[in-house]
C-alpha cells in the first residue's frame, strides 16, 4: 500500500487496527465526508492521542471504532476480529470490552440514579445479580479516589465535574475493559481537576494494561499521555508518528502551527510562535489539492493542484505534505 499512508499498519498483532476509515454525514445542506482515510493501529498498552482543530473529525473517529456512527468504508479490527460489519448483537458484546469516556461527565451520567447503579449499570445487564454488583461498589469508587461510603449513594447532581468524570472512568472500568476511548475527557473540567483525573487514568491505564484511544485538543494533554499521535486537518490524516518525533520535529506545517499555538506562559508574547490564521474550509466543500493549503505558510502551485499522500518523511514519522518541514 505505498502511497497511501498505511505503512505504519502493524496488522495481526494490533489490538485496534483501523484502515483507510471513511463516515458520511447527510444534513439538510448536503453529504460530507467527516472522516476519510484515516488508518492507525495500535498494540496491547499503546496508547493514541488524536489531535486537531475544532471540527476536524476527532470525535466521529472515535464513535465510528465503536460503530457508533456508520462507517461509509474502511476496515476496523479489534483483537484481529474484523467489526465493521459485525452484526449490532456482536457489537453490543464487544463495547463492553471497548469503553468510551465523554467530555461532558455530568450529562452522560443519568439524573436519576444514584452512583452504586451507574457504575454497576453495565455488569446489571451482564447478568450480575444486586449483591454481586453491589460487592464490586467499594473497590471501584476506591480506584477512581472516591470514597465509597461518601459516595456510593450520592445522585450526579450533588457531584463536581471532576468527581462526575471520576464516576464515569469507574462505570467503564466495571466492566474490565480491554480498549478505553477517552473523548477530550478533561476539556469541561477546571485546570486544577485537569491533571488529577488525568493523573486517575495513567494510573488506571498502566494498572490494567489498557489500549487507549486519547481525543483531545489540547496538544499539552496528548504529549504526556501518549505514546503515537495522530493529527487530523478537515476529516483526514496530515500526520502520524511518535508522539516524541512529532512534537519535537513536526513535519506538517499544520502540526507546527498547532504546536506554535500553544500558550506558553515562560515566553515573552506567550506563544511559541505565529498562530494558526484563518479558519477550517466548510467539510462541504473541501479546497482541492492539499486542504490546509489556504492556512499554510509554505504553500506552493502543487498544493492547489495535486492532494499530498501520507508518506514517511523519517523512519516511523508520516506526513501528507509536499514540503514538509525538516
Ligand atoms: N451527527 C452529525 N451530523 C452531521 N454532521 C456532524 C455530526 N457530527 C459531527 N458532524 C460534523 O462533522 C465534522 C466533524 O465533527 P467531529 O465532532 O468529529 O469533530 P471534532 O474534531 O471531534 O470536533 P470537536 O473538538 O468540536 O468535538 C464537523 O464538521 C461536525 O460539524
Given amino acids: 500500500m505505498a502511497g497511501s499512508g498505511n505503512a505504519h499498519l502493524r496488522g495481526e498483532s494490533a489490538v485496534l487496527s483501523v484502515e483507510d476509515l471513511e463516515v ?8 460530507f465526508k467527516a472522516v476519510s482515510g484515516v488508518s492507525f493501529d495500535l498494540l496491547q498498552g ?21 460503530r457508533l456512527d456508520p462507517i461509509a468504508r474502511g476496515t476496523i479490527r479489534y483483537r484481529g476480529e474484523n467489526i465493521d460489519s459485525a452484526p449490532p448483537s456482536r457489537m453490543r458484546e464487544l463495547r463492553r470490552d471497548m469503553q468510551m469516556i465523554f467530555q461532558d461527565p455530568v450529562s452522560s451520567l443519568n439524573p436519576r440514579r444514584p452512583v452504586k447503579e451507574l457504575i454497576t449499570e453495565g455488569l446489571a445487564i451482564g447478568g450480575k ?25 450520592a445522585m450526579p447532581r450533588q457531584l463536581s465535574g471532576g468527581q462526575a468524570q471520576r464516576v464515569a472512568i469507574a462505570r467503564a472500568l466495571a466492566l474490565r475493559p480491554g480498549l478505553l476511548i477517552c473523548d477530550e475527557p478533561v476539556s469541561a473540567l477546571d485546570v486544577s481537576v485537569q491533571a488529577q483525573v488525568l493523573n486517575l487514568l495513567e494510573d488506571i491505564k498502566q494498572k490494567h494494561d489498557l489500549t487507549v484511544v486519547f ?39 499544520y ?6 499555538s500553544v500558550p506558553s506562559p515562560e515566553l515573552e508574547d506567550g506563544f ?48 501528507a505534505c509536499h ?3 525538516d
Avoid: W
Avoid at 502540526?255 to 506554535?260: A, I, V
Avoid at 489556504?294 to 502543487?302: D, E, I, K, M, Y
Fill in 24 to 31: 458520511e454525514y447527510h444534513t439538510g445542506h448536503g453529504s
Fill in 46 to 66: 499503546e496508547t493514541l492521542g488524536i489531535v486537531g482543530e475544532s471540527g476536524c473529525g476527532k470525535s466521529t473517529t472515535g464513535r465510528a471504532v465503536l
Fill in 129 to 153: 445479580t444486586r449483591r454481586e454488583r453491589a460487592a464490586v461498589v467499594p473497590e471501584l469508587l476506591t480506584e477512581v479516589g472516591l470514597p465509597s461510603e461518601r459516595y456510593a449513594d
Fill in 215 to 253: 481525543i483531545a485538543h489540547d496538544l499539552g494533554v496528548v504529549r504526556s499521555f501518549s505514546d503515537k499521535v495522530l493529527v487530523m486537518y478537515l476529516g483526514k490524516t496530515c500526520e502520524f508518528g511518535d508522539s516524541v518525533e512529532v512534537y519535537e520535529r513536526p513535519a506538517h506545517p
Fill in 255 to 260: 502540526t507546527r502551527g498547532l504546536l506554535d
Fill in 272 to 319: 511559541a510562535g505565529p498562530a494558526l490564521t484563518g479558519d477550517l474550509p466548510s467539510p462541504l466543500n473541501p479546497p482541492t489539492g492539499c486542504r490546509f493549503r489556504g492556512r499554510c505558510p509554505l504553500a506552493q502551485a502543487t498544493c492547489a493542484i495535486e492532494e499530498p499522500q501520507m508518506r514517511e518523511i523519517r523512519p516511523g514519522q508520516f506526513a
Fill in 323 to 325: 514540503f514538509p518541514l
